[in-house]
């Protein structure tokens, strides 16, 4: 059912409502979104796991016209909260917004306002996952949705949900550069286990064609994290590798990197997956076999990312949720992963 607003009209649409086209053009006027705005990662996210969700996305249209104004994707889990959609597996939620020029947390924002008026006339418990607030459509969707619990007589808890480490390359040219910020310790380590690697013959390049290489991926991961891993002998451990070979079969080319490191005692030992976006490369996700080890391949594949980074001019390499140690070793400061709460 489509809600007039104005010269606005907002509905339930799920993610079959709004083709690749209109997404795109939307995810483009959104500059300071991240690669998991992609509508593959959504896709591949209902296609694997969406079996025990409903999809209760919002859309936000002009009356005139029917262009896409606002995209809100949610999921409606089986324990009846209202949660950002498919970020049980995404590291950043998604809130697609046309450009706005007022102050978001101050004026009214209409297309934002629509949405978040929508989303709270679901009459559920609401867990708006994996805010960024260095996404300016999640900036504007907090707001808005203050405002709407505000006017509905509801309570809005707006929290810490957990870090997620980046360093920062604004300025840096090269590697070193980046390695001379670090306290001499760390920098020592870093370059020590860049030589090791070199003198054992170790080559990282990335893969040609990420979906052919999915299976040695999946065996690496295994290998390095095995059934506190994503793909463990399980139905849920299929539902991962779905996952990824959708993602991987439907992403546009570039967005995802796939790098290896080899040498010839152990072939292919480790790799790891990297996302682009225009304001960084973000390291999601690795694994490697044990025998490796001291070749410390996790440091190799941070290294090259990084590098990647600096050459492509990227603002940031982002290590993504979670406060692992090796990520401040590395030279990260965290940014805060934010979530919005409101009880039925």
Same mark, same amino acid.
């Given at each position: 059912?489509?809600?007039?607003?104005?010269?606005?009209?907002?509905?339930?649409?799920?993610?079959?409502?709004?083709?690749?086209?209109?997404?795109?053009?939307?995810?483009?006027?959104?500059?300071?979104?991240?690669?998991?705005?992609?509508?593959?990662?959504?896709?591949?996210?209902?296609?694997?796991?969406? &079996?025990? %969700?409903?999809? !209760?996305? /919002?859309?936000?249209?002009?009356?005139?016209?029917?262009? =896409?104004?606002?995209?809100?994707? $949610?999921?409606?889990?089986?324990?009846?909260?209202?949660?950002?959609?498919?970020?049980?597996?995404?590291?950043?939620?998604?809130?697609?917004?046309?450009?706005?020029?007022?102050?978001?947390?101050?004026?009214?924002?209409?297309?934002?306002?629509?949405?978040?008026?929508?989303?709270?006339?679901?009459?559920?418990?609401?867990?708006?996952?994996?805010?960024?607030?260095?996404?300016?459509?999640?900036?504007?969707?907090?707001?808005?949705?203050?405002?709407?619990?505000?006017?509905?007589?509801?309570?809005?808890?707006?929290?810490?949900?957990?870090?997620?480490?980046?360093?920062?390359?604004?300025?840096?040219?090269?590697?070193?550069?980046?390695?001379?910020?670090?306290?001499?310790?760390?920098?020592?380590?870093?370059?020590?286990?860049?030589?090791? &690697?070199? %003198?054992?013959? !170790?080559? /990282?390049?990335?893969?040609?064609?990420?979906?052919?290489? =999915?299976?040695?991926?999946?065996? $690496?991961?295994?290998?390095?994290?095995?059934?506190?891993?994503?793909?463990?002998?399980?139905?849920?451990?299929?539902?991962?590798?779905?996952?990824?070979?959708?993602?991987?079969?439907?992403?546009?080319?570039?967005?995802?990197?796939?790098?290896?490191?080899?040498?010839?005692?152990?072939?292919?030992?480790?790799?790891?997956?990297?996302?682009?976006?225009?304001?960084?490369?973000?390291?999601?996700?690795?694994?490697?076999?044990?025998?490796?080890?001291?070749?410390?391949?996790?440091?190799?594949?941070?290294?090259?990312?990084?590098?990647?980074?600096?050459?492509?001019?990227?603002?940031?390499?982002?290590?993504?949720?979670?406060?692992?140690?090796?990520?401040?070793?590395?030279?990260?400061?965290?940014?805060?992963?934010?979530?919005?709460?409101?009880?039925?």
């Amino acid at each position: 059912m489509t809600t007039p607003v104005g010269s606005l009209a907002v509905s339930a649409t799920p993610l079959a409502g709004v083709s690749k086209d209109e997404w795109s053009a939307l995810l483009q006027a959104n500059p300071s979104a991240s690669a998991f705005s992609l509508r593959a990662f959504h896709q591949a996210w209902w296609s694997a796991h969406g &079996g025990g %969700a409903e999809d !209760v996305s /919002i859309a936000v249209r002009s009356a005139s016209s029917g262009e =896409l104004l606002g995209y809100l994707p $949610l999921m409606r889990r089986p324990d009846g909260v209202t949660y950002s959609g498919a970020t049980l597996h995404i590291d950043y939620a998604t809130v697609l917004l046309a450009p706005h020029t007022g102050a978001p947390s101050q004026e009214s924002d209409p297309v934002a306002d629509a949405l978040a008026t929508a989303l709270l006339a679901l009459n559920s418990p609401i867990n708006m996952m994996r805010i960024r607030p260095a996404d300016v459509a999640h900036v504007r969707m907090v707001a808005a949705i203050h405002r709407a619990a505000v006017a509905a007589s509801r309570a809005a808890t707006y929290a810490i949900e957990e870090p997620a480490p980046y360093i920062d390359l604004q300025g840096i040219r090269t590697l070193d550069e980046h390695l001379e910020r670090l306290d001499k310790k760390q920098r020592h380590e870093i370059r020590r286990k860049v030589r090791r &690697g070199e %003198a054992a013959g !170790v080559q /990282i390049s990335a893969s040609e064609d990420v979906l052919a290489d =999915l299976p040695e991926f999946v065996r $690496l991961h295994r290998a390095r994290w095995g059934e506190r891993g994503l793909f463990t002998e399980t139905p849920k451990g299929v539902e991962e590798e779905v996952f990824l070979r959708e993602l991987f079969a439907t992403a546009p080319s570039g967005t995802i990197s796939m790098l290896m490191a080899r040498n010839d005692e152990f072939g292919t030992f480790a790799a790891g997956l990297f996302l682009r976006d225009a304001g960084a490369i973000r390291y999601w996700n690795a694994g490697g076999d044990a025998a490796a080890r001291a070749l410390s391949p996790g440091v190799l594949l941070f290294v090259h990312g990084l590098t990647l980074a600096i050459n492509e001019g990227r603002a940031q390499l982002d290590f993504l949720r979670g406060n692992e140690a090796y990520k401040y070793e590395c030279g990260a400061v965290d940014a805060q992963v934010m979530k919005l709460e409101i009880p039925r």
